[in-house]
Structure formats: structure tokens, C-alpha cells
């Protein structure tokens, strides 16, 4: 698993930053691609990634403002000339589903797909599956604006192969049993306990990616314990009173909910065109006053969300 960044910068686009969007690769687990808001110029960016649009199977969008938004009937149109025929997922505030009919209507645009509409007004979980949920909560934007909150299934203890072996035990169905932890009698009269066999659960990964907002408690409820929570940071430290008045948050208000929620990692994006370079890494070292492990993202960065291997 793990998130790539179509677009870091904030309400236009920059030489060096397109506006919004996230990606969220789960290739190995579920063979998908889910998308996190869609500016404009996101099908552009995909270009430059390993991403298919096809493999794109939910988006959700954060809020209707069209830094978030207006990729949205490119994309869709190209997932539909790409090959991709199976349903899609959209989530988004209500009004989602008018801007995008109303899009492809009036350029007289038909998918090979369905699109199946969840326009949200309220938090609360959107999806769950036996491998992941997604929880969502409205945030401080001035309009309906929302966070989510991927939650992963835990991953249940491998089957130590090489010590069944050791033992002489041979592969096959025997191994299926023992896998579920069973006691097996084998043949010879060897009585095997399966949970011996099988290694520790690992803690399913948490996700946490915030549409903008000011500092509010819902963005700390949604990032409780998270692996990865991604945070706006459209101001520096000095300019809380114009990221308040904006709807927005500064370098430090992303820190202090990185650092009461007890996320593994903060990572910021929306970032302004205003900063440059040196900006940016001043942005960087602001949140590290307040907690330790930040990286300010650009454009087309990878970031691997691993397994937390200190939890069991």
C-alpha cells in the first residue's frame, strides 16, 4: 500500500505543483487504485505515473471547490476510452453528482461504465468490505468539506512453511488446516497444534487524508493512530489569523493534530503558490517544532505506508 500525489499545491496550479489529488495504491492487496479529490490536470499527472485509470475503482472527494473537482469529467471520460467497464465508485458532498451529470451531459459524454453516486451529508461510515472500511466526518471549510479515514482489515499470521518442513510435514491440504490453527493428528500419530505454526497477526494500516479545513477536533478523530495522516498546510506558522479567516490551516495547526491523534507520520500538502523552494522546507521544519516526523510532499512523490511492525 501506498499514496502518490497527483497534485500538491493550493487553489491553482504552479510551474511545479498541480492542485489536488492523492493517490491511494493498494495494487498487491486489491489490485485497485482509490483517488482522493481530482483538480484539474489530474488525468496529466496519471500520465506521468504507473497508475491505469482503470484500476481507479472509488474517488472521493473531499469538498466542491474546483481545485478538488474540475479533473473530474476529463478523467472519467478517459477511464471510459481506456478500457475501463466496470462500475465506479463516487463519494463527495451533495452536489457531486449534478456537477459531474450536468459535465457530461452538456459535452454529450457516454461511459462505458456505471458510476454509482454516495453524496454525503453527514459523517459516518461510507464503505466496508472484509478487507477495508471508510469513515468519514465532516471538517471546518466554510463549505461541507470532508476527511476520511481508511482503515485496513487485520492481516492474519503467515504460515511458518519452513518449520511445518523441519518437521517433515509435506505440503497440502494439511496445510490449510493448520493455517486455520486447527490441531491435526498426522498419519504417523504426531499430533500438531496449528497456532504454533502460524506467526503473529499484523495490525491492519490506517490512512487518514483530509480535505481543507481549519483546525477542528473532527480532523483529530478521524487521524487517531494513523499510519499516515495527510494534512493541508497552506499557511506557515505566522499566518494563523489569514488561514482562520480562509478556512485553512498553517504548518503548526497540522502538527498539534498530528501530535494528539499519535499518527506514525504527517505528511503536508496544499501547499501555496506563494512558496518556494526554501518556503517550503521552512513549512517542513515549523511542524517538526511540533512533532517529529513530517515531510512536506511535491508532485509525483511515492510514500510506502508499511506494516507497523511494534504493534502485535
Not at 215 to 229: I, M, Y
Not at 279 to 290: F, G, P, S, T
Request: net charge negative; hydrophobic share 40%.
Amino acid at each position: 500500500m501506498e499514496l502518490q500525489f497527483l497534485g500538491t499545491g493550493a487553489g491553482v496550479p504552479a510551474r511545479h505543483r498541480n492542485v489536488s489529488s492523492v493517490a491511494l495504491k493498494m495494487l498487491d492487496e486489491i489490485n485497485a487504485v482509490w483517488l482522493f479529490d481530482c483538480g484539474e490536470g489530474t488525468q496529466m499527472q496519471i500520465l506521468k505515473s504507473s497508475i491505469r485509470p482503470r484500476k481507479i475503482e472509488k474517488i472521493f472527494i473531499t469538498h466542491l471547490h474546483g481545485d478538488h473537482i474540475f479533473g473530474l469529467p476529463g478523467l472519467l471520460s478517459s477511464r471510459s476510452f481506456q478500457g475501463g467497464d466496470e462500475q465506479l465508485d463516487l463519494y463527495g458532498p451533495l452536489g457531486i453528482k449534478e456537477f459531474v451529470e450536468t459535465s457530461l451531459t452538456v459535452s454529450k459524454t457516454r461511459l462505458s461504465y456505471p458510476i454509482v453516486y454516495h453524496e454525503l451529508t453527514e459523517g459516518g461510515k461510507v464503505f466496508e468490505d472484509a478487507q477495508f472500511s471508510v469513515e468519514c466526518l465532516p471538517l471546518e471549510h466554510g463549505i461541507l468539506s470532508f476527511g476520511y479515514r481508511i482503515v485496513e482489515a487485520d492481516h492474519e499470521g503467515e504460515l511458518q512453511v519452513e518449520k511445518l518442513k523441519e518437521l517433515g510435514i509435506p505440503s497440502g491440504p494439511i496445510y490449510g488446516k493448520i493455517k486455520r490453527g486447527e490441531t491435526v493428528t498426522l498419519p504417523d500419530g504426531q499430533v500438531v497444534n496449528g497456532k504454533d505454526f502460524v506467526g503473529q497477526k499484523k495490525k491492519g494500516r490506517i490512512v487518514t487524508i483530509l480535505g481543507d479545513t481549519r483546525k477542528t477536533a473532527n480532523s483529530v478523530l478521524l487521524a487517531k493512530g494513523a499510519d499516515v495522516l495527510v494534512h493541508e498546510s497552506t499557511y506557515n506558522k505566522e499566518e494563523g489569523q489569514m488561514a482562520r479567516a480562509h478556512f485553512h490551516s498553517t504548518s503548526h495547526h497540522a502538527a498539534e493534530v498530528a501530535s494528539a491523534a499519535k499518527v506514525n507520520m504527517l505528511l503536508l500538502t496544499h501547499i501555496s503558490a506563494r512558496y518556494l523552494t526554501k518556503d517550503i522546507i521552512n513549512l517542513e521544519n515549523e511542524a517538526k517544532e511540533l512533532f517529529p516526523f513530517v515531510k512536506a510532499v511535491k508532485d509525483m512523490d511515492i510514500v510506502d505506508i508499511p506494516f507497523n511492525e511494534s504493534e502485535k
